[in-house]
C-alpha cells in the first residue's frame, strides 16, 4: 500500500517534472544544425523492449517530422547555394575571361605603340632607331667623303688649271717673243734686200 502512494505521488508529479526540465532544455541554448537536431532527438526519445528482448528508440512522429522538414529545408537552402554560387562562379570566369581578352588587347596595343615609339619611319618602313641612326651617320659620313673628295678634286683641277694659265702666259710670251724676233729678222732681211737693190741700180 505505501508502493501504490509512492507511484501515484510520483505520476501525479511526473508532468510537472518533465515540463520542468523541457523549460530548463529550452533556456539552454540549442544547437541547430542536424547533428544537433538528430542529439536532441535521442535524448528526447524513450526505451522500448520488444517481446523477444530487441531493444529500441521511440521518437515522437512531429519531432521526426520536424528534424526531416529541417533537414529537407538544408538541403533546399544548400542547392539554393549551390546554385546561386555556380552562377557567381559562372559570371566570375566570364567576367575573368572579358578582363584577360581586354589585357591581351591593351598588351597588344601597348607593344605595337612602344614599337612605334622606339621606330622612325623610313621611306615607308619601320626602322629602330639604332638602325635610323646608323643609316643617318652613314649617310653624312659619305656625303662628307664626297665633300672632302669634291674639295680635293677642286683644289687639284684649281692647281691645274692655275699651272695651265702660267704655262700658256709663258707660251704665249714666248710666242710674242718669237714672233717679234720674227718680224725684226723679216725687216732686217727686207731692209738689206732693199739696200741691195738700191746699190745695183746705182
Do not use: C
Amino acid at each position: 500500500m505505501k508502493h501504490l502512494r509512492i507511484l501515484f505521488a510520483v505520476a501525479l508529479l511526473a508532468p510537472y517534472f518533465s515540463s520542468f526540465a523541457q523549460e530548463e532544455t529550452s533556456d539552454e541554448p540549442q544547437d541547430m544544425t542536424i547533428k544537433g537536431q538528430f542529439e536532441v532527438m535521442e535524448r528526447q526519445s524513450t526505451n522500448y523492449r520488444s517481446g523477444n528482448g530487441v531493444p529500441y528508440e521511440v521518437i515522437k512522429l512531429s519531432t521526426l517530422n520536424e528534424v526531416k522538414s529541417n533537414i529537407f529545408d538544408s538541403i533546399n537552402t544548400a542547392y539554393g547555394s549551390i546554385k546561386t554560387l555556380s552562377a557567381t562562379i559562372t559570371a566570375n570566369e566570364a567576367e575573368i575571361e572579358n578582363l584577360n581578352t581586354k589585357l591581351r588587347d591593351t598588351t597588344e596595343k601597348l607593344n605595337t605603340i612602344t614599337e612605334e615609339k622606339d621606330s622612325i619611319s623610313f621611306f615607308g618602313l619601320l626602322i629602330g632607331k639604332g638602325t635610323y641612326n646608323f643609316i643617318l651617320w652613314s649617310i653624312i659620313f659619305g656625303l662628307l667623303l664626297l665633300l672632302l673628295f669634291f674639295i680635293y678634286r677642286f683644289r687639284n683641277s684649281n692647281f691645274l688649271t692655275q699651272q695651265a694659265k702660267s704655262a700658256l702666259a709663258d707660251l704665249e710670251e714666248e710666242y710674242e717673243s718669237h714672233r717679234r724676233k720674227a718680224l725684226e729678222r723679216e725687216q732686217k732681211i727686207s731692209r738689206q734686200l732693199q739696200d741691195e737693190l738700191n746699190k745695183q741700180k746705182k
